[in-house]
């Protein structure tokens, strides 16, 4: 992985996603000694998987039968909203015991 694949992913995904906050501290904020700088990963799909989706997908290209994902839901809303945004069919496989909200997010 170098640098350049780095901006090139960054270049990819930009128009897909929500410029998520830096958030710097200072000594004695969070009782921490050291300042230390927060970055939020709260993307539109609502999990920070949506950058892996959405490069992975926009990188390799769309095959022609569109995506398809086995997941306890963490992973497969953030395929599911690629789908959606890239106009291209997906289907996500849950297991039977993932929690009601989580499936109903992934539908959503």
Do not use: M, Y
């Not at 501290?25 to 959405?54: H, I, M, N, W, Y």
């Not at 926009?58 to 086995?70: H, R, S, T």
């Not at 789908?83 to 996500?92: C, D, F, Q, W």
């Amino acid at each position: 992985l170098t640098s350049a694949d780095i901006a090139a992913a960054v270049a990819r995904c930009r128009p897909f996603l929500r410029r998520t906050p830096v958030l710097p501290t200072t000594p004695g904020d969070l009782g921490l000694s050291e300042s230390v700088t927060l970055k939020s990963v709260a993307q539109l799909a609502g999990l920070c998987k949506a950058r892996g989706s959405l490069n992975t997908v926009l990188g390799l290209g769309v095959p022609a039968g569109g995506l398809i994902a086995a997941s306890g839901c963490s992973h497969g809303i953030p395929v599911a909203r690629t789908s959606r945004v890239l106009g291209v069919k997906a289907v996500i496989f849950v297991p039977d015991d993932s929690a009601r909200s989580e499936i109903d997010r992934l539908r959503a």
